[in-house]
């Protein structure tokens, strides 16, 4: 039966309140028996697979590179697709829905791609970065609904649950 | 854990006994535990995500397309590149070891993919086309040691956990 | 000898003001002798190609289709990527600086796209959009200097051959 | 107005034998008017660009790395792609005729590339590698017709003009 899948953005370089909530974010998507895909490095992409594997989720990470050897210890499916940032696309795209926290520019053009993709974006508001300034933000005219805001990771997987009418 | 990977490849279109020796093909990765990646499409495609299902395999496949409907009804994991055929980099790269059915051009370019990745490539000869064509040969004279023939979809899968060292 | 090449983001919709700052944006790099490069379709893409070629420069487009009748025909070189919207990655990377005007999420994700790579992005503020949003913020603290405001095409132009050090 | 575009593929490794054809080659592009695109590197690819430079050609490189420094020194327009060997695919996509020399398992995945395109492929017999070995053959039966045989540069430009109905 297809997974339901959950895409986790957020940096490599993340303070410690980001690497919580991440924690926090994993744990949720898990409990909820989701899998969750991600970028598969450090940071935010780590956090959020070692939540997931407490609570025994199922974890993918699109890597950069080509070295299968470059994820972190927590993801269980390494897909090295060579492809460089360019890998920021097919993470978003993989995703349901997708949940953002903190991050810089490479956060932010992934929350765009999924944007213009017409994917429910949640951005994790209390973990700052791109995620905070564009939480609720209409970033196309055309497509208000498309981003929600969550102040807490279990928000925001509920949100993603209510929005793509999942149990 | 890590997840042991065999990625599948194999045209969309393909004959009876090419169907046959694919599904077996899934079987025989499931029962070793391994996890089957492929294209996701119909054809060997399908035949093998079939097969390891039978055994409770894990199954995923990335798409061409940016639609998750266009998988087969076997993927469990469906992951829309939207990179067209550009995705078959990736299918080539996601395997530890990649096995070819059958085939024409598709094929034969992943075939040629995984081999200038140095990544151990089984051809399963007895499935005709391209797969039969390179079995054994010596793509590039420095690589000659790549290749390699299988008669069986169990013998391919052997091979695979032999070159890689898995038990 | 290698040439100039400035990358101009845009939407494939554009209000009437966009569309005659594109042109004028397109007219001031073959002014200068630079080489546009852009996604190749139509609204900003066109209007800046169209004015490019009225001063006999050289336009290329990366489009995201196969089809090479996709272009718009101001373009003199159409490359068909296949790859859909991870091509705009492509069109950020090969400017040598990147001009954005007006635009909604898929510029955006490509003004961020540059920035991440640490490549010059000037975004015309008079058009509105994420372009006048955007324009002198830092994106990320780590890269203040990376973004720059301009209020006309001929001045986004100077300031991308004053930061590239070009005459 | 559109240019006629020539992707020339062939390893950056090649015999004496190989490099003197692919200058040749590029010559030939260059006299013709058309446009050569090429993955920008040296060995074929660079020998390619050098002729066609002699006779005042223009020369476009899609390199696999972020580096523009990494394109040879013959090169005009360098796109750098960031997608490792994926690029492979847009230079077989960016062509409107393919002809290959000598080449490995990379030059051979180009090759099939271009087949299962539908686009015209020539392959220079007399260069050795794959691109004898495929000289001629019939890679998938349901497209006997697009493989093209030629035993010098010279012919290889104009079975491309012919096949593509170009003066």
């Not at 970033?139 to 929005?163: L, Q, W």
Request: net charge negative.
């Amino acid at each position: 039966m297809v997974r339901k899948m959950i895409a986790v953005i957020g940096g490599s370089e993340c303070d410690e309140k980001g690497i919580e909530l991440a924690e926090k974010l994993g744990e949720a998507i898990a409990k909820k028996g989701a899998t969750l895909i991600c970028g598969g490095r450090g940071g935010v992409m780590e956090a959020a697979c070692r939540g997931a594997k407490k609570f025994n989720g199922l974890t993918i990470g699109l890597l950069p590179s080509l070295d299968k050897k470059d994820a972190n210890s927590f993801v269980d499916i390494v897909i090295p697709t060579g492809l460089g940032y360019a890998r920021n696309f097919i993470v978003a795209q993989a995703g349901d829905a997708v949940i953002a926290i903190a991050g810089s520019a490479g956060t932010l053009s992934e929350m765009a791609i999924a944007w213009f993709s017409d994917k429910p974006v949640i951005a994790l508001e209390s973990s700052g970065g791109w995620a905070k300034k564009l939480a609720g933000e209409a970033i196309d005219s055309r497509r208000t609904d498309v981003v929600h805001s969550a102040s807490t990771p279990g928000e925001a997987v509920e949100i993603a649950f209510n929005v793509l009418g999942w149990e």
